[in-house]
């Protein structure tokens, strides 16, 4: 298992960033990811540490697929992949509806055929093979209809790229989104994942692998892992409690939380309820008393130093590939690599 470090960049002071990130290509860190959700983007600060840095992968955590058209982020893609040596990794998420319509402007509709579109003309794109042709249900290239000029021609890109196949990586949450990634992925970007429910957590990403007749080592999984140091174990919790209170307990018309589906998936499906009514409530502080200590100690890291490293250490046994720790802390990632 490889360690990596997700920013949780919020268009602070690269000041502050930068250091964190040196140090963790200094001790090893596999790679760092940047996020993206509708303040900073997860493209320039990338752009920028692939100047400011070496050795250390550089991924996005994700970028939004509404935010972009698949051309677009191909273009993106082998740019980062040229400025960086060859280092970076391609994080996509279809983000939520109340960003999508909210942000984008943009329908959230039909979220599967869309995903599997847009990585198909992303990879040909990438690929730099021939002239981008596609004719699917939401994405026409050329494009063809209202309006169209009748003149356009399918395009190749006139940069050829560093690799003709960039690292993709989908975060995905829920079954189907999860089966896809399993049969088109190389890598699944998950927001809530603890080892002693690998099992379920895994059985759909597994189904979609099976189904496009791939091995389990071609999806790597990389979980991104809130952390919270602190004296004891208890006060590491309940820093991060009213974060998956929100994750779990939050209800909107017409959207369905993963969250806590996944909850009940681990086996917590009576707390999520419990957690659900109380927010729905609006009863927040019950609503964070109600997340059990369990779940948090299971999908985080909190405590003192070697509690952390305990952890890690279980984590080492699973199936994970990189574990992307969301934290500015050096001395988690520290107590975290010795580990590895």
Request: hydrophobic share 45%.
């Amino acid at each position: 298992m490889r360690l990596g470090l997700a920013l949780g960049y919020g268009g602070e002071p690269m000041e502050e960033v930068l250091p964190v990130v040196r140090h963790a290509e200094r001790i090893g860190v596999d790679s760092v990811w940047s996020v993206e959700e509708y303040g900073p983007d997860a493209v320039s600060v990338l752009g920028y540490l692939a100047a400011t840095t070496t050795r250390i992968e550089l991924g996005t955590a994700i970028m939004q697929i509404p935010a972009r058209t698949p051309a677009a982020t191909a273009m993106t893609a082998m740019t980062l992949d040229v400025l960086s040596g060859g280092r970076f990794r391609l994080g996509l998420g279809l983000s939520v509806p109340w960003i999508v319509e909210g942000w984008h402007g943009l329908p959230c509709d039909r979220p599967l055929q869309r995903t599997r579109e847009y990585v198909e003309i992303v990879r040909r794109a990438v690929a730099h093979e021939e002239r981008v042709r596609h004719d699917g249900a939401i994405y026409s290239l050329p494009y063809t209809g209202p309006g169209s000029t009748g003149r356009a021609r399918p395009i190749r890109s006139e940069m050829a790229p560093l690799r003709s196949r960039i690292p993709l990586y989908l975060a995905a949450i829920g079954p189907r989104n999860l089966a896809l990634t399993g049969e088109i992925a190389d890598g699944w970007l998950s927001g809530m994942y603890a080892p002693e429910h690998e099992a379920a957590l895994l059985a759909p990403l597994d189904e979609g692998i099976a189904r496009a007749g791939r091995d389990r080592a071609d999806v790597k999984i990389c979980p991104i892992v809130y952390a919270a140091r602190a004296d004891t174990v208890r006060e590491g919790r309940d820093k991060l409690r009213p974060l998956y209170a929100h994750l779990i307990g939050a209800v909107a018309p017409g959207v369905r939380n993963t969250y806590f589906d996944v909850a009940c998936q681990m086996g917590y499906q009576g707390p999520a309820e419990d957690i659900r009514k109380r927010f729905a409530d609006g009863d927040k502080a019950a609503a964070t008393a109600a997340v059990p200590d369990r779940l948090v100690e299971e999908i985080a890291l909190c405590g003192p130093l070697d509690a952390i490293a305990a952890r890690v250490r279980e984590w080492k046994d699973s199936r994970v590939d990189t574990l992307i720790v969301l934290d500015r802390d050096t001395e988690i990632l520290d107590a975290a690599q010795a580990v590895l």
